[in-house]
């Protein structure tokens, strides 16, 4: 699906340069409900004109703009913010870009700073920090080696570290402003309210984006793309993702999306009854359940590797979904052509490389989390209404539209599922169902509890537990030792 068609104008797109809180500016800048958009910092600079944007952020990165082959935003990128009066805003080495690409300085710094620092205004009246008053502190997160020495001509200095290193400029004839620290990050408590303050006292940015605006823009689109008498398929796994995304599409074109469900025979402990009743009580969606637990674990024999693993598991998925296709045809005379998918936003989204790789995007981490990776000669077009969203994003769009509460706050699992859980063989012995078991005491002991932890949460405190035990765990072994080496002496 081509998602310019759901991009609104009004929009602030990030360059990625590489910053682990890159994403993290995406969305904190949505949850001042405007749309906020990601790509490559290395972009040619046709992707950016096409964008449109009204405010262009240069993010963070781990680079110094003196290194060879240190990334820089396009030829040509100055001279299109200038002439459509584009806002830019440079964060930490977006900053020190700005500096260096408009003709100042930046040099390796007598003063690092890196994590909780103080800084002052030393400005008043400045775009950045609106009313606050010259002298006025706030506590910010840094993390930079470089800093600016002599800007360009026509910027001033409005923010400094209690060390005296720049850390706020701006230079509003040309609409060009930067911070040295990352107001996007918990660790600087009022770098939202800047934020804030920047994109509606400073750019004049609108409040225009919602779920409710994505859910109406992703109808139409869908029943833009898919015909008045094409057939659609969508391939259910029964996590949050797929479940709101066939909700979405069956609002869109009805009955004509028809739904399979497969038992890859990796699922969770009784997941193929408990999904299926969900669709069908709770959600109403046509489902079809695909019993080819034989035909995943078969291909499975033998195979270690964890990426091998998803392709065979994705090649497998979309086999089944030709066939469902097939038989769909020959039952209402007319084959299906769409196959939708639950792809989020984090999973399109490319960051600039580290300096020095050689490569202008990141490499792959995995294949594609739903399916384990799309065979290119895949005959099914692809509809992918949730891949601008976030996850969270994706359950507040469930929510609207009235998607279960307990559906959408599910235990997040993956598209290959068990598989890639299993170190080794999954037909090895009964290494599955002793997961699946495991898998089951943990969740319903959390439930059976009352503990309401966000999902998001609940991998964290699993983690501290398994911590903690270890800790235990090496006390104990330690005293052993000792009181061994005490007996061994005494004797």
Same mark, same amino acid.
Not at 53 to 81: C, M, N, Q, R, T
């Given at each position: 699906?081509?998602?310019? *068609?759901?991009?609104?104008?009004?929009?602030?797109?990030?360059?990625?340069?590489?910053?682990?809180?890159?994403?993290?500016?995406?969305?904190?800048?949505?949850?001042?409900?405007?749309?906020?958009?990601?790509?490559?910092?290395?972009?040619?600079?046709?992707?950016?004109?096409?964008?449109?944007?009204?405010?262009?952020?240069?993010?963070?990165?781990?680079?110094?703009?003196?290194?060879?082959?240190?990334?820089?935003?396009?030829?040509?990128?100055?001279?299109?913010?200038?002439?459509?009066?584009?806002?830019?805003? &440079?964060?930490?080495?977006?900053?020190?870009?700005?500096?260096?690409?408009?003709?100042?300085?930046?040099?390796?710094?007598?003063?690092? #700073?890196?994590?909780?620092?103080?800084?002052?205004?030393?400005?008043?009246?400045?775009? @950045? $920090?609106?009313?606050?008053?010259?002298?006025?502190?706030?506590?910010?997160?840094?993390?930079?080696?470089?800093?600016?020495?002599?800007?360009? #001509?026509?910027?001033?200095?409005?923010?400094?570290?209690?060390?005296?290193?720049?850390?706020?400029?701006?230079?509003?004839?040309?609409?060009?402003?930067?911070?040295?620290?990352?107001?996007?990050?918990?660790?600087?408590?009022?770098?939202? #309210?800047?934020?804030?303050?920047?994109?509606?006292?400073?750019?004049?940015?609108?409040?225009?984006?919602?779920?409710?605006?994505?859910?109406?823009?992703?109808?139409?689109?869908?029943?833009?793309?898919?015909?008045?008498?094409?057939?659609?398929?969508?391939?259910?796994?029964?996590?949050?993702?797929?479940?709101?995304?066939?909700?979405?599409?069956?609002?869109?074109?009805?009955?004509? @999306?028809?739904?399979?469900?497969?038992?890859? &025979?990796?699922?969770?402990?009784?997941?193929?009854?408990?999904?299926?009743?969900?669709?069908?009580?709770?959600?109403?969606?046509?489902?079809?359940?695909?019993?080819?637990?034989?035909?995943?674990?078969?291909?499975?024999?033998?195979?270690?590797?964890?990426?091998?693993?998803?392709?065979?598991?994705?090649?497998?998925?979309?086999?089944? $979904?030709? #066939?469902?296709?097939?038989?769909?045809?020959?039952?209402?005379?007319?084959?299906?052509?769409?196959?939708?998918?639950?792809?989020?936003?984090?999973?399109?989204?490319?960051?600039?490389?580290?300096?020095?790789? &050689?490569?202008?995007?990141?490499?792959?981490?995995?294949?594609?989390?739903?399916?384990?990776?799309?065979?290119?000669?895949?005959?099914?077009?692809?509809?992918?209404?949730?891949?601008?969203?976030?996850?969270?994003?994706?359950?507040?769009?469930?929510?609207?539209?009235?998607?279960?509460?307990?559906?959408?706050?599910?235990?997040?699992?993956?598209?290959?599922?068990? *598989?890639?859980?299993?170190?080794?063989?999954?037909?090895?012995?009964?290494?599955?169902?002793? @997961?699946?078991?495991?898998?089951?005491?943990?969740?319903?002991?959390?439930?059976?509890?009352?503990?309401?932890?966000?999902? &998001?949460?609940?991998?964290?405190?699993?983690?501290?537990?398994?911590?903690?035990?270890?800790?235990?765990?090496?006390?104990?072994?330690?005293?052993?030792?000792?009181?061994?080496?005490?007996? *061994?002496?005494?004797?």
């Amino acid at each position: 699906m081509d998602s310019k *068609a759901v991009i609104p104008s009004n929009s602030v797109l990030i360059l990625d340069f590489g910053s682990q809180y890159t994403h993290l500016i995406t969305r904190r800048i949505r949850k001042l409900s405007v749309f906020s958009l990601c790509i490559s910092g290395t972009s040619p600079l046709k992707a950016i004109t096409d964008l449109n944007p009204k405010v262009i952020i240069l993010s963070g990165g781990p680079h110094s703009v003196h290194s060879d082959g240190a990334p820089s935003f396009p030829p040509g990128f100055i001279e299109y913010v200038e002439e459509n009066g584009v806002f830019v805003l &440079g964060i930490c080495y977006g900053l020190q870009l700005i500096v260096q690409k408009l003709g100042g300085e930046v040099r390796i710094g007598d003063e690092q #700073e890196y994590g909780r620092m103080e800084i002052q205004v030393v400005e008043s009246g400045c775009g @950045l $920090f609106g009313s606050k008053d010259v002298g006025d502190k706030q506590s910010v997160w840094m993390s930079h080696g470089d800093e600016a020495a002599k800007l360009p #001509e026509g910027f001033v200095v409005v923010a400094r570290s209690m060390q005296g290193v720049v850390a706020a400029i701006e230079n509003p004839a040309r609409r060009f402003y930067g911070l040295q620290y990352h107001p996007e990050v918990t660790h600087s408590p009022e770098g939202m #309210e800047t934020l804030r303050n920047f994109l509606f006292n400073v750019c004049g940015v609108n409040t225009n984006w919602s779920m409710e605006d994505v859910l109406e823009k992703e109808i139409k689109v869908i029943k833009e793309m898919v015909g008045s008498e094409d057939h659609v398929i969508c391939a259910l796994s029964g996590g949050v993702d797929s479940a709101v995304a066939a909700t979405l599409v069956h609002k869109a074109i009805g009955d004509r @999306l028809h739904c399979i469900f497969v038992d890859n &025979g990796l699922l969770r402990y009784k997941e193929q009854e408990r999904v299926m009743e969900t669709f069908e009580s709770d959600l109403h969606l046509p489902v079809t359940c695909a019993d080819k637990k034989n035909q995943f674990l078969d291909k499975l024999r033998g195979v270690t590797d964890p990426e091998a693993k998803r392709k065979i598991i994705g090649k497998e998925f979309i086999c089944i $979904f030709d #066939e469902f296709a097939q038989h769909l045809e020959q039952k209402l005379g007319k084959k299906p052509i769409f196959l939708v998918q639950g792809t989020l936003y984090p999973d399109v989204i490319e960051s600039c490389p580290p300096p020095g790789s &050689g490569r202008t995007h990141s490499h792959m981490i995995k294949s594609h989390h739903n399916v384990g990776g799309l065979p290119k000669d895949m005959k099914l077009k692809l509809i992918e209404p949730l891949k601008l969203l976030f996850k969270d994003e994706v359950r507040d769009l469930g929510s609207i539209m009235n998607v279960p509460v307990a559906f959408l706050k599910r235990h997040p699992f993956p598209g290959p599922g068990l *598989a890639v859980r299993v170190i080794g063989d999954v037909t090895q012995g009964n290494a599955l169902e002793v @997961l699946r078991q495991v898998d089951e005491i943990f969740i319903q002991s959390i439930k059976e509890a009352g503990l309401m932890i966000p999902y &998001g949460k609940l991998l964290l405190y699993f983690y501290r537990f398994c911590q903690l035990v270890f800790k235990v765990i090496k006390e104990h072994i330690l005293m052993l030792l000792l009181l061994g080496l005490s007996q *061994a002496r005494m004797e």
